[in-house]
């Protein structure tokens, strides 16, 4: 079982940047691929990005070059940083966990968390 908290969402201007961050409870953290999902109101869910346990990563095409994410596996952390911040990046962000499969192929993740509300004004 792996309990996800996010923190770090907030109002930025555009061009901007935010550091999103997700606490992972769990002792098999390490061992999970990681993902970020946003979801925009009146759209679906869509993925952001994902890293795996062996530190192999994915972006949506929409955020390639703008938005890195990374992991401490020591803290049981993994963050999103986004720069570049576009009013089109408005959305709730959510930490997920799963396997590639799951996030990468499926967009199915194992575990949610209870998102973070992101804001870019123009």
């Known amino acids: 079982q792996v309990q996800l908290v996010e923190s770090g969402g907030g109002l930025v201007q555009a061009g901007g940047s935010l550091r999103l961050s997700c606490a992972a409870s769990?002792?098999?953290?390490?061992?999970?691929?990681m993902g970020w999902f946003r979801q925009a109101p009146g759209k679906e869910r869509e993925f952001v990005a994902a890293l795996s346990w062996s530190g192999g990563s994915t972006y949506a095409d929409s955020v390639k070059g703008r938005f890195t994410i990374s992991r401490d596996n020591a803290k049981n952390m993994v963050y999103l940083q986004m720069n570049s911040l576009k009013p089109e990046d408005t959305a709730a962000y959510y930490c997920?966990?799963?396997?590639?499969?799951?996030?990468?192929?499926?967009?199915?993740?194992?575990?949610w968390g209870q998102g973070t509300q992101v804001t870019v004004s123009s």
């Open positions: 769990g002792r098999t953290f390490s061992s999970y691929t």
């Open positions: 997920a966990a799963g396997t590639f499969r799951t996030i990468v192929t499926m967009r199915q993740p194992d575990y």
